[in-house]
């Protein structure tokens, strides 16, 4: 039986807006009422569990497996860059405007008109999308960081828009020579996303599960794109929505609908209801069986 239910979020669990609605979150609250657990499995910075309109009891793996939180909010688990390799990629670097996440801030670079000015890439749709996701992200920021403030934290993960398609491709180049160190695995391909290079989401859920006591037979993992790869191939009950990536739908081991008619929410909801109703008859036989047995 699955006993946990891990999802990404944009293009995977929310709608075709990339917002919760009420659909999203009836499906939450019955696998949690049922003693399963939901885990949001994002490759976007969160800070709390009611973040983007959830309403908490749910534990939360962010920032590409990198961090993981409770259901009570409670910092579980971080995995930060190596310090030396975060010092020589901004010394390499330093005209890019870098934003590093930390478990409860992230610290930029340069300005917030420099980080505003990597979203022009972003094609119209998306662009409308980000912008309140922005304003929220740019509440969480402390702008114009020095390398020294930056490296007084732990760093998670790193998030950067490069335009210059000849640094573009120096910070590819500079990212593979530290493949030993780190990983770059972005959503959005105009995107760098780099962690550490054991951090990622396979690895998140097969944490938290180990943290709950739960068996990987009994995981249920969903996502859409590259990020995803390492939890859909990690587990044999893995989902890949139709709107995803080729990539994505490779790795999973089934390919269900899109996210636009909430097909990640309606498939969990199927899966619970079936296996409650398959323990349901398997009790029911077994007592009738020991009743048998006595008499």
Not at 170 to 196: G, Q
């Amino acid at each position: 039986m699955i006993q946990l239910f891990a999802a990404d979020l944009d293009g995977t669990l929310l709608n075709f807006l990339h917002t919760v609605d009420g659909t999203i979150l009836s499906s939450i609250r019955r696998i949690t009422d049922a003693g399963a657990h939901f885990v949001v499995a994002t490759g976007r910075t969160m800070r709390s569990n009611t973040e983007f309109g959830f309403e908490g009891n749910i534990a939360v793996i962010c920032s590409n497996g990198s961090i993981i939180f409770s259901e009570s909010d409670e910092l579980l688990h971080h995995v930060p860059i190596d310090k030396a390799f975060l010092e020589e990629l901004m010394r390499t670097f330093p005209d890019i405007c870098l934003e590093a996440v930390g478990v409860r801030r992230s610290y930029v670079r340069g300005t917030r008109e420099q980080r505003e000015a990597g979203f022009r890439r972003d094609n119209p749709l998306r662009a409308i999308i980000m912008r309140g996701m922005r304003a929220k992200m740019n509440r969480d920021c402390c702008f114009e960081q020095t390398i020294a403030q930056v490296l007084a934290h732990d760093i998670c993960k790193i998030n950067a828009r490069v335009s210059d398609p000849g640094v573009e491709r120096e910070l590819h180049d500079f990212l593979s020579e530290h493949a030993d160190h780190v990983v770059n695995a972005p959503f959005n391909p105009v995107m760098f996303e780099i962690t550490a290079r054991l951090a990622n989401k396979g690895t998140a859920v097969a944490w938290l599960a180990d943290h709950y006591g739960i068996p990987g037979d009994e995981i249920a993992v969903y996502g859409d794109g590259g990020n995803d790869i390492e939890m859909l191939t990690r587990f044999s009950n893995s989902y890949a929505t139709s709107n995803g990536s080729e990539a994505a739908k490779r790795a999973a081991g089934a390919v269900i609908g899109s996210c636009v008619f909430h097909a990640v929410p309606r498939h969990m909801m199927r899966t619970l209801a079936t296996e409650r109703a398959r323990t349901a008859v398997e009790r029911k036989k077994d007592g009738s069986e020991i009743r048998c047995q006595r008499s």
